[in-house]
């Protein structure tokens, strides 16, 4: 079953823990600007901004979209940040994923109370592409143990480009977990049993991105 960005309403501002269509906002500072035009999603994420796909995902799926990262004469218009969570879960609040969601607010440093897997693609101003894993009973302990590097990219052909459309497939299927750029696979990693369970997320920070052609697959 596919299931896409269809009938989404997104026109408007989006506070906080705000619910609009089929995502939930976690937004820090000042809310982001969000508009649907046809099958494309346009965000304006003036600070730092999560947007929570709201049903958990589990067994074998994979989730495709097409991101753009926008530069032009917008305020906030910045190379960087083309981010994503996935498998996430609250070790604090197993049964409510939500249930710190306003605390969280879109602050980066919070999301290591998570347990998820996160590829910061054109992070650091553009300089790293990056893989990590959370561990969230961690939270509070150095960076290094809470979310440990798995791997990395700081070659010009895996950070982002202008206005280019990046076509991103994340897998989560027979065992492991796969993050795949324009059908390269940059990154791979085995999985526990139930590890690729969760929530996914649209992670951006100060940039101005358009998400097309989103959809999950069960497979």
């Known amino acids: 079953m596919m299931l896409r960005l269809t009938t989404l309403l997104f026109a408007g501002l989006l506070a906080a823990c705000n619910h609009s269509g089929r995502w939930i906002s976690e937004s820090e500072g000042g809310p982001a600007s969000l508009a649907e035009r046809g099958d494309t999603l346009e965000i304006v994420a003036p600070e730092g901004l999560t947007l929570w796909y709201p049903e958990p995902l589990s067994g074998d799926y994979r989730i495709r979209y097409d991101a753009t990262v926008v530069i032009g004469s917008g305020a906030h218009d910045r190379l960087a940040d083309l981010n994503c969570f996935w498998a996430a879960s609250d070790p ?45 009973r961690r939270f509070g302990a150095p960076a290094d143990e809470v979310k440990p590097l798995l791997g990395q990219y700081t ?6 480009r202008p206005n280019r459309p990046l076509r991103i497939e994340i897998t989560v299927a027979g065992g492991r977990t796969t993050y795949a750029a324009d059908g390269e696979v940059l990154f791979s990693r085995e999985l526990a049993p139930g ?16 998400i097309a052609n989103f959809g999950i697959e069960r497979l």
Do not use: C, I, M
């Open 92 to 136: 604090q609040h197993p049964d409510d994923f939500f249930a710190r969601s306003a605390w969280r607010a879109g602050t980066f440093a919070r999301y290591n109370s998570l347990d998820l897997f996160y590829v910061g693609y054109g992070g650091n101003d553009n300089t790293t592409t990056r893989f990590r894993k959370y561990h969230g």
């Open 155 to 160: 070659d010009t052909a895996h950070l982002l």
């Open 195 to 210: 590890e690729g369970d969760g929530y996914f997320g649209l992670r951006l920070l100060a940039n101005h991105t358009l």
